[in-house]
T-cell receptor
Framework: DGGITQSPKYLFRKEGQNVTLSCEQN?????MYWYRQDPGQGLRLIYY???????QKGDIAEGYSVSREKKESFPLTVTSAQKNPTAFYLC????????????FGEGSRLTVL | AQTVTQSQPEMSVQEAETVTLSCTYD???????LFWYKQPPSRQMILVIR??????QNATENRFSVNFQKAAKSFSLKISDSQLGDTAMYFC???????????FGTGTRLKVLA
């Protein structure tokens, strides 16, 4: 079945550590996104990528980094520079040049101890 | 700046009744797409309904329909014959044609009561 797989679902991190959240899609979508979800704030865009080897900062990119070496993969690294990293992270994708439906993964819950 | 406003943080409805979730947005563009997404307690976000701004006819998907008022920049979601499985967070979103940045509202938490 086609879809988006995020891992891990739950992750605990000590302060000062970098962590990487995985996002893999087999939908053959060109565009991929990372959102952060906090209670009462909806979805805020961290980074997005329209095509392999290219990505753009979203509204809250500080303290995060991404790479897009393969079409299927768009990992997100939460660095120690992110001051408040505890949140729910959602990965999504959509077809190139199609302003249609975003497909979402099941999300990753990051907790900083 | 392009924004989406959902003014109802929480709503509840009795099973089998009808409920309307409101959404307003702000953009200076004329060609865009509007969406309602559902996020149930399991957390996976799914598309409920989609509307192209150039279409005057309101989109409908089974029990879900929208009231799209382009001049007023309003895009409300009506859920008819509410079911317990409709309990979820609902997000309104839009994207301007030719861009890749979806704009989301803060969500409305809907609870369907038995």
């Amino acid at each position: 079945d086609g879809g988006i797989t995020q891992s891990p679902k739950y992750l605990f991190r000590k302060e000062g550590q970098n962590v990487t959240l995985s996002c893999e899609q087999n939908l053959n979508h060109d565009a991929m996104y990372w959102y952060r979800q906090d209670p009462g704030q909806g979805l805020r865009l961290i980074y997005y990528s329209q095509i392999v080897n290219d990505f753009q900062k979203g509204d809250i990119a500080e303290g995060y980094s991404v790479s897009r070496e393969k079409k299927e993969s768009f990992p997100l690294t939460v660095t120690s520079a992110q001051k408040n990293p505890t949140a729910f992270y959602l990965c999504a994708s959509t077809r190139f040049a199609n302003t249609g439906e975003l497909f979402f993964g099941e999300g990753s819950r990051l907790t900083v101890l | 700046a392009q924004t989406v406003t959902q003014s109802q943080p929480e709503m509840s409805v009795q099973e089998a009744e009808t409920v309307t979730l409101s959404c307003t947005y702000d953009t200076s563009e004329s060609n865009y797409y509007l969406f309602w997404y559902k996020q149930p307690p399991s957390r996976q976000m799914i598309l409920v309904i989609r509307q192209e701004a150039y279409k005057q006819q309101n989109a409908t998907e089974n029990r879900f329909s929208v009231n799209f008022q382009k001049a007023a920049k309003s895009f409300s979601l009506k859920i008819s014959d509410s079911q317990l499985g409709d309990t979820a967070m609902y997000f309104c979103a839009f994207i301007t044609s030719g861009t890749y940045k979806y704009i989301f509202g803060t969500g409305t938490r809907l609870k369907v009561l038995a």
